[in-house]
């Protein structure tokens, strides 16, 4: 593995320190190109979709259901529950 300086290291503590929010607003992007967004592309950001609300600590449950309805406003609710704390 190669040696990193100091602010690499210091880099890179930060973004797994910001790791939450970064995803929470990569999410919310997501959820934006979802509705805009047709074909095949759209099955990529559903899958990546998913990767985040798992990180994010979604339950399972609510990730399927949000996978079965390939709805964009459903993501979009979690995306608020996020947001607004109800999801930690």
């Known amino acids: 593995m190669a040696e ?24 919310s992007e997501l959820c934006t190109n979802l509705f805009l967004t047709e ?19 979604v339950p399972p449950t609510r990730i399927a259901h949000v996978l079965k309805s390939a709805d964009p406003a459903i993501l979009a609710e979690v995306v608020q529950d996020i947001e607004s704390g109800a999801i930690q």
């Open 4 to 27: 990193f300086s100091n602010y690499q290291k210091d880099v890179i503590k930060r973004y797994y320190d910001n790791r939450d929010s970064i995803d929470q607003q990569k999410l």
């Open 39 to 57: 074909g095949k592309k759209k099955e990529k950001l559903w899958e990546r979709a998913r990767e985040l609300m798992e990180r994010l600590n």
